[in-house]
């Protein structure tokens, strides 16, 4: 995995975006406890779709263990500098959420995160969760949600123009035809924002190794080792989905962000999103009684080859640069998270699955439960993009998928790009 370099300029102004930038040393107790004798831990977290759920879990757990306190930092976006920045300064956040597979292994790398191999909350997980979180063998993070990308799509629009939710490409472009016939945008756009598109191309990208008969995990070796491209599948077809998609949004795709999908889709406006089931949620709250499905984006004219992608979202880690006692306090967390009222407060706050054994998710509604029953039906393909190198996915994807959507950037140029960063990182790595 890459190895990230910072300038010092950077990594100070990095740095003095948070308070108490100060070097400590793992198995130090100092200022591990305040003034009135709790333990002070410091959590950093990216998913912003649900913080107050969150909040909400973290308060009880405190409740349970009065003698440790919990305080929250979100950095929503490319959160990677600042990070760095605070590794620099040996002042990682105690306890780390991370994105799976990639980021977990970059840093366990690195030494920033502790062994959880042996502990309870590894024990409690789905035994297929554990490769998103295992290095060299060994967990060095809590597997938490289980989350799928695919189609969102509103029931009660496609039962009043008589249309079924399209389980073959040429079904949806079918399904497309009729909404815009019938004066309802097809897809909720989102291109002002660039990680929803960059998650599209790399769903795209990954079903389409599919029919090439190369595994991602292969693909990405083989990637990592400068012996393929990202041109390996069929890019014509690659691009015209991304045409496709692109000419069936809001007229308006560029100047929308995530919450103006929510609210087009929300409203009826439009018909779909292309989206993780966060988005759901967060619809769900400007109309409580939208009536919504989950299937795969079809990429192929066989259904049976159509999945979800879908795999481990988010994990838990802990920083190796906290004290012993800090350690132990973040730890205790986790473990809890696990135990049944941890994950029955995650499924009822979070508004998430998880990836513990035991999971009861009625409760979040019909689109879980057409994860649920598509992946165990169908299977999945997995989330590739956690495996690439960072800057891969962060800068030549996202950057990449978007510049093309916006139509400045050539398909070629979007492949050479995504394959002159990889060389890169693979240098950076060795």
Not at 109 to 127: F, M, N
Not at 131 to 154: F, H, K, L
Not at 227 to 253: C, E, H, P, Q, W
Not at 418 to 430: C, L
């Amino acid at each position: 995995m890459k190895k990230i370099m910072i300038s010092l300029a950077a990594a100070a102004l990095a740095c003095a975006a948070f308070t108490g930038c100060q070097k400590k040393g793992a198995g130090e107790g100092d200022a591990a406890r305040s003034a009135g004798g709790k333990i002070e831990l410091e959590m950093y977290y990216y998913k912003q779709e649900n913080q107050e759920g969150l909040m909400r879990i973290v308060k009880a757990f405190q409740k349970e263990n009065p003698d440790i306190s919990i305080k929250m930092l979100i950095i929503p976006n490319d959160a990677d500098a600042s990070m760095s920045a605070r590794a620099a300064q040996n002042d990682l956040p105690d306890i780390l959420q991370m994105q799976s597979y990639a980021r977990v292994e970059e840093y366990a790398s690195k030494g920033y995160l502790v062994d959880l191999s042996k502990e309870p909350a590894l024990q409690a997980a789905l035994p297929s969760s554990l490769p998103s979180v295992t290095w060299e063998g060994r967990q060095y993070a809590v597997p938490m949600d289980y989350a799928g990308i695919g189609i969102i799509y509103n029931k009660d629009i496609f039962q009043k123009l008589g249309l079924e939710a399209p389980a073959t490409y040429r079904d949806l472009e079918k399904v497309c035809r009729v909404l815009k016939e019938n004066g309802v945008v097809p897809f909720a756009a989102l291109l002002k924002e660039n990680w929803s598109v960059g998650h599209f191309i790399t769903m795209i990208h990954t079903a389409l190794l599919a029919e090439k008969n190369i595994a991602p995990a292969d693909f990405i070796a083989s990637m990592n080792a400068g012996k393929s491209s990202y041109g390996a599948v069929d890019t014509a077809k690659l691009f015209s989905i991304l045409d496709f998609y692109r000419a069936n949004m809001n007229s308006n795709a560029g100047e929308m962000g995530g919450g103006e999908q929510q609210q087009s889709f929300a409203k009826g406006e439009s018909a779909m999103m292309v989206q993780g089931l966060w988005a759901y949620v967060d619809a769900l709250k400007l109309n409580p009684n939208l009536n919504a499905g989950f299937i795969p984006f079809p990429v192929y004219n066989d259904a049976k080859m159509n999945k979800l992608y879908a795999d481990v979202d988010s994990t838990f880690g802990v920083s190796s640069q906290s004290s012993k006692e800090k350690q132990d306090a973040a730890i205790k967390f986790l473990n809890w998270l696990s135990s049944d009222e941890g994950k029955a407060l995650w499924v009822s706050e979070y508004k998430l699955t998880h990836s513990f054994q035991g999971g009861d998710f009625a409760s979040l509604g019909a689109p879980y439960a057409d994860l649920m029953n598509s992946v165990a039906e169908k299977g999945a393909y997995p989330w590739a993009f956690s495996q690439y190198p960072t800057k891969v996915f962060e800068d030549a994807c996202k950057n990449g998928a978007q510049q093309y959507m916006m139509q400045v950037k050539s398909a070629d140029d979007v492949i050479k790009a995504i394959d002159e960063q990889w060389a890169a990182s693979a240098v950076s790595a060795n």
